[in-house]
């Protein structure tokens, strides 16, 4: 997972997008998962964080999850590469399972 876009300023939740990105990194989704949506309960509109949210559960494999995730991180005005191929993947292999019908 990327740890976030590029960005020009910092934000409060660069501390919790590191702490996730490590954590996904191990495997630990789950618990990267909760932290990033602890922290999205205080601060819903944090581009940073709804990406972060998105890009967990697309390695994870939750994808139809993760394209609404990413869908709201494009509405909330991030352009960004990685956001358009996990987009594109989402597409090419929705998870299905995980919809209701």
């Known amino acids: 997972m990327r740890e976030s876009p590029a960005r020009g300023g910092v934000t409060p939740s660069v501390a919790v997008v590191a702490d996730a990105a490590a954590a996904a990194s191990e495997g630990r989704f789950a618990d990267a998962l909760r932290r990033v949506c602890d922290a999205l309960d205080k ?10 949210k ?32 996990r987009l594109g993947w989402t597409c090419e292999r929705p998870d299905f399972s995980n919809r209701s019908a």
Do not use: C, N
Request: aromatic letters at 12%.
């Open 43 to 52: 601060m819903p509109d944090d581009v940073e964080l709804v990406f972060a």
């Open 54 to 85: 998105g890009s967990i559960l697309f390695e994870w494999g939750r994808h139809w999850e993760a394209r609404k995730a990413l869908v709201q991180a494009e509405a909330l005005g991030l352009r960004d590469k990685t956001l358009y191929e």
